[in-house]
């Protein structure tokens, strides 16, 4: 040293050292938690492999314990289809609002319409299920007179699992346009392109990725849900017949889990066929989360500034795409009669001409990207002469037409012959090709200004759509449930097995689990946020616990109370308890917490921490002093919204905590509780005659959700105005 | 100097909600000349470029007052077909703006939007656009790569390719160079000059020796009025207003 002053060294246990590994083990919870989540399936599911074994398990066409039967395919059929069905209602309608609000409406618009949104999102998934059960059902029962007996069919959870898909869709998919950089749209506009071009032509391709990760996080919602699909599919384990037959009654996955664990014997190989069932739903969501994961990051990659060079990779299949167009048609040809041919060896004869149509429209698309991308890679590579590569793209284009004609021919006729049969049909599907290809040459010499006039106004015409739905559905449980609120109703015990009387104790008990939850959710969550955002380096530890978090996050809440019930309810003992429901719930909120907290932390600037480090504060005194009191706002929003989930959620107390009648308030951890999810779920399922008392239920329970929900606005409104940077 | 006049703006004003940007503008533009616009920032040089094609159209709550022609045709007049007048009146912004997608479809984009379908044609718009750019060497054998991966200077030229694509006659610069180095602005400069015989220019820029170097007239503006227009000549030897001598001479700035 120079001047002779020295620094001294740093102290071995200085407590910025210790802070970090004590946060460090902290955050690792989350990894401990899915370990178990996951040991827990994987161990009581096994038995079920040994007693009916894995292939007939996954092949086995019927569902039924009672006999001995354990065939899963009707079951993953029921789930499948029940996604499909919705995101073919939900796709149209949230894109076109998602298109709406970030391009066409005005500012003053777009800034209620996206609230109103993010609301609908937050809205418990048992409200969904019973304003089906209660609205919907009947009403198709109506419509569908000859089809439908009941009313309770694979439509019904369709549409009600697809509004409730509406709003994340709408929501993630409208910030993928907004994050579209405003300089391409300038650019477009600026070279006379209408409002409409700019936004088919610039933003929806630009924002496509993002687009389909907020598709893919729809379907992954709608596989998870639970308690709304339970309520309005009608539970029976059969495959569809002929399988695209929405009017016939089907059972999903997660239905099953919630019908059959209450009831069942534990260590039965009915019950740990029920795990492995779970397994199989948790593997889907994973796969589904992960094509999200990996399409949101190649989206981040185009916007970044290492932007990858559009290289067209060299296609061994070349010979096949630059065939001429004649053979390809016949190669086509010849697929879809093999195929159908072949499938009807194992099938009927409906079942193998959809495969058939299927695998054909798959394979023109197939085609028609492939003959692109070739030729793009000779162009780039061997220089291939304009004319060539005018005829390719020609060729792709006029492939990629009939491809979707195809398409839209076999779905029209799937359709008219759930009506009519199969020569009607036909004519029907035909007929509409024909009015497509007639009018297409009108719309090509349709002026720009008139294009963008009938897009805008569709545009108006679904916005209307979704926005009347969710109103209807509002506007249904208060008017309704309003009469039903009375001081009896709020502080009265329930009477005649739910007909009357009132919900106290549900009341009460869902404040207790909410309470318990915060305990045991908040502080992990919040210091796990703290360390994934200030601490974390990117090594493999932290990459983990970044991993366990994403799973945690994408695992259906209904596998959350299988592991609590396998867990806590049988293997320690606990019986149904408020202490299982809230370490239950407490998990399954966990990673929305930690998600919001670092996110709310990272938003502080970096200067702060600067002029807070370079005055020689350390970074734990940082981080307690500067950072999360500026970060505290953003905190509390996440955690208030997070109780606000943790309210509505059913499917993980339902066999955990909750139980149908409590005649006292008790506040022993070790005892049930009653809780509105539940309880609205009983009454509506289980109680006729209980009308008034459901929508009293059903009101509370929303209320008591848009009041955490304003609470959150609050905060965050207050705390936007005090801070600003 | 017969010199013709492409816009004429008189008396114009322009309110951003309750806040005036703009007052009392008055200036014109003259054909096949490169006009500069300086000032100070957030003097109102880019919101008044911004008006003459109508891109200020899409930020709310923005208003205006005033006589703004193209042609002798008020540009504000209920009815104007404002697609129209950007194909006329193009633009080139600050930062390099390339679509995501590759060279070829960037230059495309415009003809196609403005219906031309066939591919010779396209193509031969594509190679004069970019050699009108001088791009055309440096970028030819990469047509169907990702604009984005080109440099800095690349992409601003390929941003004045995809605007000439469409043969406007006027081209708005907003400060075209500031995002770039000093090899890539001076390559930029030169390409404006090359540019006047064909085209009419008009540029903001903060940067006095550019305006200095490549403009034909020069309208000096400061908190949203134009101080003086005259020929650049003239406002960089004698200027009138006292104004602007102070800020040419760099007193203030």
Redesign the interface.
């Known amino acids: 040293m120079s001047d002779g002053s020295s620094i001294g060294k740093m102290k071995k246990f200085h407590h910025d050292n210790v802070m970090k590994y004590v946060l460090m083990a902290i955050a690792s919870v989350t990894v401990v938690i899915i370990f178990f989540i996951i040991l827990f399936i994987l161990i009581n599911g096994a038995g079920a492999i040994g007693d009916i074994g894995i292939i007939k398990f996954l092949t086995g066409l019927e569902w039924r314990p009672s006999a001995g039967s354990y065939g899963a395919v009707p079951l993953i059929t029921g789930t499948v289809m029940v996604t499909l069905g919705a995101i073919l209602f939900a796709l149209p309608l949230g894109l076109g609002s998602a298109i709406f609000i970030s391009e066409v409406a005005p500012k003053r618009l777009r800034n209620i319409l996206k609230p109103i949104c993010e609301v609908f999102a937050g809205i418990p998934s048992v409200v969904y299920g019973f304003f089906g059960l209660i609205v919907l059902v009947p009403m198709l029962r109506g419509l569908f007179p000859d089809h439908l007996l009941f009313g309770t069919s694979w439509l019904a959870g369709s549409i009600v699992l697809g509004i409730m898909a509406l709003p994340t869709i709408v929501s993630v998919s409208e910030d993928a346009m907004r994050a579209v950089p405003r300089s391409y749209r300038e650019a477009s506009m600026a070279m006379g392109a209408t409002r409409w071009e700019t936004t088919r032509r610039v933003v929806v391709p630009a924002a496509i990725s993002g687009i389909a990760a907020a598709t893919i996080l729809g379907i992954g919602r709608a596989i998870g849900e639970t308690m709304a699909v339970m309520m309005v599919t009608g539970n029976s384990p059969i495959i569809p017949a002929p399988l695209w037959n929405f009017f016939e009654m089907l059972r999903t996955i997660t239905a099953t889990l919630a019908l059959e664990m209450p009831d069942v014997v534990s260590g039965s190989t009915h019950y740990s066929a029920l795990f492995l069932l779970a397994l199989i739903l948790m593997l889907m969501v994973l796969a589904i989360n992960y094509a999200a994961k990996v399409i949101i990051r190649r989206s981040r990659r185009k916007f970044g500034d290492s932007a990858q060079p559009l290289t067209p990779s060299r296609s061994y299949l070349a010979p096949l795409y630059n065939a001429p167009s004649a053979l390809q048609m016949l190669f086509i040809l010849c697929a879809f009669v093999s195929i159908t041919i072949l499938s009807l060896l194992f099938v009927d004869m409906s079942a193998s001409l959809i495969l058939a149509s299927v695998i054909t429209v798959g394979l023109m698309l197939f085609m028609a990207v492939g003959s692109l991308r070739s030729s793009k890679y000779r162009q780039y590579k061997e220089g291939l002469p304009e004319e060539t590569r005018y005829k390719i793209s020609k060729n792709s284009s006029r492939m990629l037409r009939s491809a979707t004609l195809t398409g839209v021919f076999i779905f029209v006729w799937m359709i008219a012959s759930l009506f009519t049969d199969a020569f009607i049909s036909a004519a029907v599907a035909f007929v509409v090709i024909v009015a497509i290809v007639a009018s297409a040459p009108a719309a090509r010499r349709m002026s720009a200004g008139w294009k963008e006039k009938i897009a805008h106004s569709s545009l108006t015409v679904v916005v209307a759509i979704v926005v009347i739905i969710l109103i209807a559905l509002v506007y249904d449980i208060v008017s309704k449930g309003l009469p039903a609120l009375s001081l009896d109703f709020l502080f009265g015990y329930p009477e005649d097995g739910g007909t009357g009387g009132g919900i106290f104790p549900a009341i009460v008990g869902t404040v207790q689990l909410m309470i318990g939850t915060m305990m045991i959710a908040f502080p992990l969550g919040i210091i796990s946020g703290i360390y994934l955002s200030e601490y974390a380096k990117n090594t493999r530890s932290t990459r983990i616990i970044r991993e366990a978090i994403d799973i945690l996050n994408g695992t259906p809440s209904v596998v959350f109370g299988l592991f609590g019930m396998a867990a806590l309810v049988i293997y320690l003992g606990t019986g149904y308890a408020l202490i299982a429901g809230c370490i239950t719930l407490a998990f399954m909120v966990l990673p929305v917490i930690i998600r919001t907290t670092e996110e709310a932390v990272i938003a502080v600037p970096k200067e702060l921490r600067e002029a807070s480090l370079a005055m020689g504060a350390s970074k734990w005194e940082t981080t307690m002093k500067v950072v999360i009191p500026a970060a505290f706002g953003g905190v509390v929003t996440g955690l208030i919204l997070s109780l606000g989930r943790a309210a509505g959620e059913t499917a993980p107390i339902m066999f955990t905590a909750a139980v149908v009648f409590r005649s006292s308030i008790s506040l022993s951890l070790l005892d049930p509780v009653m809780a509105l999810p539940y309880h609205l779920y009983f009454l509506a399922s289980e109680v006729p005659g209980s009308s008034v008392m459901q929508y009293g239920t059903a009101l509370v329970l929303l209320l008591m959700v848009l009041f955490m929900f304003a609470m959150a606005s609050v905060v965050r409104y207050k705390y936007n105005k005090n801070i600003k940077w | 100097m017969t010199d013709t006049n492409v816009m004429d703006i008189e008396g114009f004003n322009l309110w951003y909600g309750d806040k005036q940007a703009l007052f009392d503008v008055a200036m014109n533009v003259r054909k096949n000349k490169i006009t500069a616009l300086i000032g100070p920032s957030g003097c109102g040089k880019s919101t008044l470029l911004r008006c003459m ?1 109508r ?1 200020n159209d ?1 930020v ?1 709550g923005c208003r205006v007052q005033g006589k703004m022609t193209y042609h002798g045709q008020d540009i504000y007049e209920r009815g104007t077909d404002v ?5 006329r009146i ?2 080139i ?1 600050q ?1 390099p ?6 060279v070829r479809d960037n230059i495309t ?2 003809p ?3 219906g031309i379908t066939k ?2 044609e396209l ?1 031969e718009i594509v190679e004069r656009s970019l050699k009108q750019a001088v791009l055309w060497d440096e970028v030819h054998d ?1 047509l ?3 604009a ?2 080109l440099s800095g200077g690349q992409q601003q030229r390929l ?1 004045i390719a ?2 000439l694509s ?1 043969n406007p006659e006027v081209i708005l610069m907003d400060e075209p160079t500031s995002a770039l180095d000093p090899i890539a602005t001076a390559k930029i400069e030169d390409l404006a000059v090359e540019l006047e015989k064909d085209y009419t220019v008009v540029i903001v820029t903060h940067n006095m020796q550019q305006a200095a170097r490549i403009s034909d007239y020069t309208g000096f503006m400061y908190i949203g009025r134009m101080i003086e227009f005259d020929r650049t000549e003239r406002i960089f030897s004698k200027p009138s207003d006292e104004l602007t001598e102070r800020y040419i001479t760099g007193r203030f700035g």
């Not at chain 2, 697609?83 to 194909?87: F, I, N, S, T």
């Not at chain 2, 703006?97 to 590759?102: A, E, H, K, V």
């Open positions: 094609n891109m899409i709310d697609m129209a007048l950007r194909k193009g633009m912004f930062k703006n390339p679509f995501p997608m590759s984009y415009g196609k939007i403005h591919q010779s193509d990469r169907d790569q990702s984005l991966s941003c995809r605007t469409i």
